[in-house]
């Protein structure tokens, strides 16, 4: 539930003029995850993995909402702009979906949009003969209001760890 209109987001298909904003709030969105991810890791290690990771996260952004034969997006919209989206990919044969990317503009963080994204992604992709769908994300304090999005659509977490050494 969004508290600045009362009501839940408009979630429709990405259009060509939401690449822009899409893209500007998901750098600010991500702010504090890769933040957190370089305090993790140190700055050598982060430096080797994500040398510019505004520009990567841009790219990412770009080929989401342009690739639209590979990946599936979908625009929360508040007001009449977009304030989150998220892509998915599926495979028909082995009757999967993927989340590959969940972002929320941080002024409309925790009203609900994230786990309204959620919900809509896993009904089309139910609709398209989804069985299985998963998704990924960081266990770090960052990623907290995505994994709390993630289970409230009823998505299983099993925890995984993945270690990084600097030679």
Same mark, same amino acid.
């Given at each position: ?93 082995? !009757? ?27 009904? !089309? ?43």
């Amino acid at each position: 539930m969004d508290s600045e209109h009362g009501a839940a987001p408009n979630i429709r298909p990405v259009r060509d003029e939401d690449v822009e904003a899409l893209v500007h709030l998901t750098l600010e969105a991500f702010v504090p995850v890769f933040r957190s991810f370089e305090q993790m890791l140190g700055p050598a290690i982060y430096r080797m993995i994500w040398p510019d990771w505004r520009t990567g996260q841009q790219k990412a952004v770009e080929t989401f909402c342009r690739d639209r034969e590979h990946y599936s997006v979908w625009v929360a919209e508040v007001g009449g702009r977009p304030v989150g989206a998220t892509a998915c990919v599926v495979d028909a044969k082995d !009757r999967t979906g993927e989340v590959q990317f969940l972002v929320v503009d941080p002024a409309h963080q925790n009203r609900g949009v994230g786990t309204a994204l959620n919900l809509f992604a896993l009904e !089309r992709m139910r609709e398209s003969g989804v069985r299985l769908a998963r998704v990924e994300t960081g266990d770090d304090s960052s990623h907290a209001p995505a994994r709390r999005s993630y289970e409230k659509a009823g998505y299983i977490p099993m925890p995984l760890v993945r270690y990084f050494k600097n030679l």
